[in-house]
Each structure stands twice: as structure tokens, then as C-alpha cells.
């Protein structure tokens, strides 16, 4: 095994490095930037049952050292992605995890179920900071009950292995990790965004449309650090780590608070050749903090 | 193509209140630039990229202008900018203005503020194509006019301030009828003013340039939506844009 | 009363603008660069039972636009602080706010009684981010049963009206603030850090001595601002907002989402200046954005 | 007094690996500094100041010294700074060594890495006084010696590295019973080699400068705690020391 693959459920990875759901598109643009097949795996954008057009604009905005964003999971529907967009990812030589969303279970069911039928994709990642609006709207990934109970659906549905992305914006978030890890889940992916807003002086009004939105980049590094570190001591599911990371030494730090591989998100933005600087970077990065591979630094931060 | 490219600035001087003017030598955005399309520059500090448009190209020269306004923290760091600093930038991003090449067209070009750069550099290429081109340009005040002589020598240009403080008073749209009969028009600037004229000019072959906050600039994030009239039911201003046939978006 | 001056239960401020609890010790140190009495009020260090030592160190860490700290509530004890520090300040022409901790209910009872002795201060800002020991550790400020009781019991003993001091680290802030509310608080004080940690590559060890620490600064003021903007719309207690406050925009941004006072922490690591020329620019800013007052623009943000 | 100041900068140099020396220009700080004082340096994008202890003084042009090894963000962001630049920092920040002003007077200096600057500043000011001056200045490698021509003027010098690739090889304690009697020393460096001279020197009159992470290097946010043996329980770096006395705190 090279000094940088990863194996993890359904994903033998050639390096650790995926581009983060939502950041990335279905990577058509970014391939104009370099190839694909360069990247551990590609998640793709959540999927969600039927198109959706999303929230109005506008949907970014910059914040200190990180951003907030309201996309509102636009999406042409778990079948044009499957026809369009997996068809064209599965040129690469690169693993596909498809994030996937939903109103109710039963959307989740129906997507989860609808990937299926491709070969093509090798593993799921369930989005549950979504709200659930048979209960009034509270984020599946907020209570541990409805976090385990979709959870399990989806297993029971799917034939891939199932990473659970955790919402950050909970009191316990350890609480939750158990909670997917009774209910079935093969991994956990952390953290989601945490709620944040601005307000736009000029116009008194949030600056994104949708009041509020979801808060990422290297502002919320500490929080994701930390998330994983304490669920990391307390429950035994390997975790694909994220929030802020923007170099080789983020993903170390990732790598030694307990995540098995990362996500790069919001980096991609103000770099589009992020990924594959990081995937170069890497190696050495493993190499002066005196780390011979990516295996070996997984979960080695010394916490006593 | 879009690139990251890294651009030299060789000059940059504020040329009207809050306005500054830079000029940047970069190969192959000069090489490959059409009116229209910006760049999304990139800054250290900042999570996200600045979109601004090209005002110039000079292609000998291996140079482009852009002209951007003081508005916020980003393009306060922008002007701080000095000659020899070597900015980053997505570009040529985006898609550019259809361009006539007969001289028997009139085309109409309406700016307003900082959205008539992109309008002279699309001028300009109409004019050395040989298209008569008629140009309304609206400020708030006489303190921003920007470009006046430069559009003189390549159209027929009325000036309009919302106080009356330098050319017209009042807005573009009340030249709109001023003006002699044209076959096209296209337009860039706030959305109110190009709501405006759009509403106006109804049935008129025209295109608009539109802005919008944008994340990754190149079509992956899906934030800078804009409702269409397609199967999807709408358009990137990013990378579909943000140039549009009038009636082809829901403004 | 002047543009700048608000009211609120036993605070009659001549501005907005107080320096954050811990981020300014008892204001001996500030005093050297400028004079207190131009302050709205002044919050002081953490007051416990009796004197606590505090954390090893190192007890900070820079992050992205923000940094950690767990400086463990370091102070000489109550008696201590009313004796030497509440005396100092006296002698400045501004209210003085009591920031009140404990690792009991009793203590914190035996804290906010101790300050019923000196006349020179105002109110009791009731830090519940602290670690309750007879309940297993959980902290006071993540659960709203336990909040709501500290919170009564210290309104119980005291004679100064008691702001509380939220904590964002849970999954539903507006439940807090309505537990505290019907357990009598007079004020709400928002947001207190959220937890986070870094781990320092060389020494694969977390940076801070403590492992987890407090996050502040820039990187959460939009998760200030969300959490006052839904704390206010459903919760009629005035609210001291903070969370990377920086300047006199970041203060309207604040007053906009709802807060009547602020409190500035992290920034005057930053700037030692930065409360006073916070104050001499609020003027101007209240000015460029249509306000004739700090009172006018407080909870005007519009959200339709 | 402490204070903020902006500090222009007048020289920027190279000095040794991962090294710069740099010369600022200020009237408050190059009046009131002391040796042993260290400048709490602001930087914009930076939370916290970077605490860099002063190393020559130049009262008669109001110039101070620092030397620093670049070996994260804010120090990388320093060393880009060019000629001509001002920097913000809060100084003279701290307390600085006790001094002796007698020619019977014999004082050891030893400074191990970049604790080896406020050792010159403070060896400097001695010799002057008359003192007599003996150091041994440990580093890494050949590679980071600094200062050795300047001290040679003012001191008998010792020149350690850990690998011998200069001077002796080895620890700076393995010198210490090799130079002559002293009445005092004064030590700044890694707290490991802190703790071996004190441990080797107990029982001698003895001030060491420590180090610890800051948040407002004036006092007030505790960051800076070192165990002590008063009242309180502890000392603050930042404004009881750096510069402490040998068996004042726990170490
Ligand atoms: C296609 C396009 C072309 C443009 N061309 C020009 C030009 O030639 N000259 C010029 O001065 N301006 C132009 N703009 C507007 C320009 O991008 C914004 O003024 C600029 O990004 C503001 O950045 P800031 O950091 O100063 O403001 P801030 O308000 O601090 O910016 C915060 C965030 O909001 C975004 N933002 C703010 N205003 C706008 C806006 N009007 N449109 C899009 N994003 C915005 C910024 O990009 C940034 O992400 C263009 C916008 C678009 C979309
Ligand atoms: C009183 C005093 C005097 C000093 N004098 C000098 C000097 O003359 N020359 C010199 O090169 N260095 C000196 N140091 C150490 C210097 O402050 C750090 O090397 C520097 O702050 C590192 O900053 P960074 O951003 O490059 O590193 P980073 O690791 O990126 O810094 C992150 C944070 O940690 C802090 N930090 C990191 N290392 C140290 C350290 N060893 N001590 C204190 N804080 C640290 C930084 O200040 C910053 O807040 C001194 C430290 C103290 C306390
Ligand atoms: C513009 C944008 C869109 C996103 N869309 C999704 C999404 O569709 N599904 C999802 O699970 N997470 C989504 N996220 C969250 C990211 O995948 C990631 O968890 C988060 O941004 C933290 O990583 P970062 O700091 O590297 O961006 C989105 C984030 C951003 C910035
Ligand atoms: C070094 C430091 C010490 C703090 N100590 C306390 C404290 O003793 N009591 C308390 O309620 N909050 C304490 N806080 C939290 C601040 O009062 C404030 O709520 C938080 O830092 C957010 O504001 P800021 O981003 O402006 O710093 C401390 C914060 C810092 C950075
Ligand atoms: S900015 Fe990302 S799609 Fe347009
Ligand atoms: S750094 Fe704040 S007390 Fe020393």
C-alpha cells in the first residue's frame, strides 16, 4: 500500500484527499483544472429526490475567515445525476460517494435506494442537516433519535456503505455518533456547517437571502478539530474529517484528531487546484512531522 | 480558457471618486479575453473571489484594465495594490457579448456606475469592427463619470448624473427615446436600471450583464443563480453568464 | 439622553460598549492606556467562591480569525475582588458588572451574595459555561433544567439584577434563553465561546495545556449574530451581544440583530485601544446607516 | 512606559538561517527600552501579538534591534515586511534585567538560539557599565550562529553547537565549569536548557527570561502564568517578567 492510500468501507482510496459535497459540483468545471482521477474520491452534491431550484439569492457570503452559504440543496434529482452526472464521473479513475438528502425518510429511502442501480458509486454519505417536515421542521442531525431512525432506513435500503454526516450545531455531539453507530452506520463524516448569519448594514436585512446559512472555512477549524478528537475517543467508526481544511498540515492535524480521510470544501474556491496541491504537498508534510505514511498518523495526537 | 493566472500590475490610479483604474499584463487572459467576461480575482485573506470585469484589451501589449469601485474590504485591499504585485485571478471567466461585424448595425450601449467598463471594452471592439454604437452612460454624480473622452472617440455618448451635476439629469431610460434607432442594445449595471430598461425595451433584440454574490466562480457552487426560461429552470451568472439575451433570464 | 447612551435593568450606560469579561482582568492594565469612566461599563474576570489557579499553561493558541483559550476561571477569590478590584474601579465614573462562576450551586450563591456587600456594583453577569461537579460534570449552560435553577437560585439571593451569559454550545439556544427567562433573569449576555481545540504538529499534542478551549473572535460572530437575531425574535429580555466584535460596524451589526449593549473580548489582544475608538467612531457609523441613536437601532434589522 | 506604537522599519536583514534582523525606528520605545524588554508586535490577520524580546538599542538615532526565527504565520508575515514599512506592537513591554555597575563585578551570559539576542542587548549595556562579561552562547548548528563578531567586543565568548559543526559541540552547560568565577548570570533560551542551568547553578544568583504563548501581553487575560512562590501562587510573563529571578519561579 502507497505511504498515502487509505482504506476505509466500500472506498480503497489512493490518497486521502476528496473534494467536500456542495464544493465541488459533480466536478465537471474543476476538471477543466486538472484530473480528476488525481483525487482520493469525489463527493458529490447532496442528491435529493426530484429536482430542486434551491433558496433565492444571494446565497454566499464572505465572513471572517470563512463563509456563509445558503445553496437550499439545489439539485436536478437523483436521476438526472445518476444518468448525467455519475456517468461522467465514472470516466475517472477516482471513487464516487454520493450525499444525499432529503424532507422525509422516505425521500432518503427513495434516494438511498435509487443509487442502487448504478456500479458506479461507492458509498453513500447521508446529509441529515436537512429539517425533517413531518416534525416541524427540526434537522434530522439535531435529534439523536430521528438521526438514528433515518439512519437505519437508509441502511436497510442500501447496498453501499453508509457515512453519516454529522451537524456540528448540537449539544452532544458524541451523543449523535452513537446514536448512527447503533443505528448501522459504516463511518461518520464531520462537520457539516454550523448555522451562522449576517446582516447587511446598508439594507438592515441578512445578507443571504435565507436569513441564515451555513458557516465554513478555516473559522471553524477548532470546532471540527475538536468534534472529532471527542468522538473519536468514544466511538469506534472511521471518520472522513472536514471544516477548514486549506493545506497538507490541516489534513495532518485531521488525520492525528482521529479522521481517516478528509473533505476539502470551501478551499476550493479561493484555489480550484487545492486538492491536487495538497495530494503533492502531502508526503512531505507526513515526512518532517515523522510519519511514513497516512495510515500511521490516523488517531496518533497524544491526549495524555 | 479559464486559468488560475497570476497578473503583474503595471499601473493602477484612482480615477474617479472611489474608483480605481489597473492595468495587468497576463498572457493568456489578454490572449483570449472577449468583452464581457471578468476576472475573479483571488486575495490572500479573503475565503472568496472578487469578480470584476475587463474594461480594456490590449493585446499587442499582453495588458488588460479592469476599473472597480471601493465598495468593501475586498476591493479596499484591492486599490492598496501596487505596481509589480502579482495579483491571482480565475480568468477569462464567464461568457462574453455577442459581437456584430457590419457596418450597416447600430448597436445602443447602456452603462451605468461601475458597470460601464464592460461597456467601453465592448465599444470599442464594436467600433473596430465597424458597428455604429450609440452610448448612454449614467452616474450619480459628476464625481464618478468615468471614461468620457475614451467613449467619444468610439460613439455617439450622452452622459446622464441622477443630481444633474455633470451632463443630463434624471436616469438612462429617459434618453432611451432620445436616441436614433438602433438594432441591438446591450447593457451592464445595477439591476434596478437594468430592470428598467429591459422593461422598456420589450421586444428589442438585447443583452444584459448581471452580477451576483458568487462562491467558486466557475459554476461548481451554485450561488449565483438566476431564474431562466430552460429546462432546468435556471442559469450560472458565473459561467453562463454574465452575459444574457434580455429575455432569456427572470430578472 | 445622548445618541449613545442605553438603559437597561440596573445598567444606565453612556455607551454601548463594555469590555468582555476575562479579556481585560479587572481593567488595572487598560487603565494605562486610556480612562475607564469613557467605558459604557466594565465587566470583570470571572468571580469564583474562593481563588482558583486556573489551567496549566500554554492557556491560548491563535486560530483563523479567532483563538482559543482555557485560562480555567484564574482568580483571587470574591472577597478578594470585591476588596482590591471592585475598589479600583470605583474610582472610575462607570458601572461595574460582576462576572460570576462556580462549580456548584452553592457557590455561585455564595459568589452573587458575596456582591451585595459593596454598593459599586450593578449586576451580575452569570457565567453557566462552567462545569457543574455534583451533576457529573455537565455543564450548567448546556442544559436549560440546570440553567434555569442556577439562575433562580442566584436571582434568589441577590439584590442586582442578573444577565445571563449564554452558552453556544448547544443545539437550541432559544430554549436556554427561555429557561433562564422564566427562571427570572433580567438580561441575557450572548455569546460566550464555543469549544474547539488545535493540535500542534510537532508535538502531536493539543495546544492547549487543557486540550479543548475557548474559540472567540471574527470566526463566530455570525454564529453571535444568529444566535441573538433567534434568541430576540422569541425572548423579551434585553441581551449584551458578543462574539468578534472589531469596530463600530461590527457593534451596529449587533444592535441591528438585536443586542442593546455589546461586549468587546478577543480585540483588545489586538488593539488595546480598541473599546475607546469603538466608541469615538459609533457616531459616524450610526450616522452613515440612517440612526439618530444606539437606542433607535436596536432589534431593527429586517427580517421579512 | 507601555505603549502602542507604530515602529518603522529601517533595515531588514538575512542574518542567518530561518533568522532576520531587523531595525526599528521609534523615539518612545529607543528612549524608555531597557535590555530584557520585549516588543508585543500587532499584526494585521493576526489575534494574537508576537512577543520579540529587543536586542541592541541605539538611543542617539532612536533605533531598536530584534531578532527573530521564522517559524510560523506571524513570524513568515514579519519577515516579509520591507524597508519603509511601520509595524504596530505594544512596548517596552515587561521588565527588564536587573543591571551591576562595577568593575569587580563578573557576569555570565548564556543564551541558547534566539534566546541569544536579549543577551546581547543586556551584555552590551554591562560592558559598558564595566562590567566584565563572559558568555556561551549555544545553537543548533554552524548554521544559526548569530552574533558571535558582536559579542567577541564586548564579551570573553563561547561558542557551543549541538553537533559541533561550530565552536564546541554539545550543551552550553557543559561549559559552565570551564569559565572563570562569576557573581551572577543572566540566561535566556529553551526552557529545557533553562531548567539544566538552574538545576547545575542552584544556590548561584541567577535571572532567567521565559517564554510562554500570550493574549494581551499587557497583564490582564492570565494567559501567561508561571507558578511562583508568593502570595498568588504565580508570576505573569508578560508584565512580572520575562525576567524573573532564578529561584522566584517554578520552573
Ligand atoms: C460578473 C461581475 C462583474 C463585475 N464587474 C465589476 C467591475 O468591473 N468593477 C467593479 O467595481 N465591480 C464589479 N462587480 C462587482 C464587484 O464584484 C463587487 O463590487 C466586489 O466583489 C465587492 O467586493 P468587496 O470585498 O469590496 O465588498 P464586500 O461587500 O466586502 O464583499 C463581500 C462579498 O460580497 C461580494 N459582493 C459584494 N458586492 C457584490 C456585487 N455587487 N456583485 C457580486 N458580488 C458582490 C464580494 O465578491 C464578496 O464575496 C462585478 C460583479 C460581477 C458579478
Ligand atoms: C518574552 C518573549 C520574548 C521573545 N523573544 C523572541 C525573540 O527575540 N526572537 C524570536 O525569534 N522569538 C522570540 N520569542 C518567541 C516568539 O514570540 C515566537 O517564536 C513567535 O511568537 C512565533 O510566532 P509565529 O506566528 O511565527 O508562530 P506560530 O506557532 O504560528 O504562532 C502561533 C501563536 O503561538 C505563539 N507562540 C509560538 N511560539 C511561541 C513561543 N516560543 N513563545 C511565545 N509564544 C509563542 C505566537 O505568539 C502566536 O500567538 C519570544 C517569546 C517571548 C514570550
Ligand atoms: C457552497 C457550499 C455548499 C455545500 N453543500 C453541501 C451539500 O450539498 N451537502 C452537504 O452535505 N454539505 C454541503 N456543504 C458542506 C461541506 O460539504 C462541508 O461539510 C463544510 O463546508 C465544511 O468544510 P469546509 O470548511 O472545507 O468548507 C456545502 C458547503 C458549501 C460551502
Ligand atoms: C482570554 C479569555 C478569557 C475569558 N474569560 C471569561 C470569563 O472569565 N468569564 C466569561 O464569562 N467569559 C470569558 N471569556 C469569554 C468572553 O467574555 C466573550 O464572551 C467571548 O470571548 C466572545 O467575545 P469576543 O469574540 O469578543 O472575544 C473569555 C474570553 C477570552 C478570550
Ligand atoms: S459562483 Fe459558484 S456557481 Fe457561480
Ligand atoms: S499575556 Fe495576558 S496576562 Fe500575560
Redesign the pocket.
Known sequence: MSELAVAMPGLNLNNPIMPASGCFGFGREYSNYYDLSELGAVIMKAATGTARLGNPT?R???TASG?LNAIGLQNPGVDKIIEHEVQFLAAYNTPIIANIAGSTIEEYEMVAAAFNKTDHVHALELNISCPNVKEGGIQFGTNPVMAAKVTERVKRVSKLPVYVKLSPNVTDIVAMAKAVESAGADGLSMINTLTGMQIHLPSKRP?IANKTGGLSGPAIKPIAIRMIYEVKQRVDLPIIGMGGICNAEDVLEFLLAGASAVAVGTANFGNPLVCREIIADLPDVLNRFGFASVQEAIGKAVFV | MIKKEKLTIIATEQIAKD?IEMKLKNIHVSETVVPGQ?LHILMEG??????????DIDKENHIVT?????????????AEYSVGQQIDALGP??NGFPLWQDEKVTVLLIGGG??V??MYCLGKQLAKQNVNVIAILGFQTAEYVIYEEKFNQIAETYIVTDDGSYGNKGFVTDLLDQVEEFDCYYT?GPLPMIQAITGKLKGKDGYI??????GCGVGACLA?MIPANNESGYKK??SD??VFRAEEVTI
Open positions: 444571494p454566499v457570503a464572505e463563509m445578507l | 474608483t471578468f479573503h475565503t472568496l473571489g472578487r469578480p470584476i470585469s475587463i474594461a479592469i476599473l472597480f469601485k471601493v465598495i468593501g474590504a475586498g476591493t479596499k485591499r484591492l471567466s464567464g461601475i458597470g467598463p464592460p451592464c450583464s448581471l452580477e451576483e454574490r458568487m449565483c451568472i458565473c453568464g454574465p
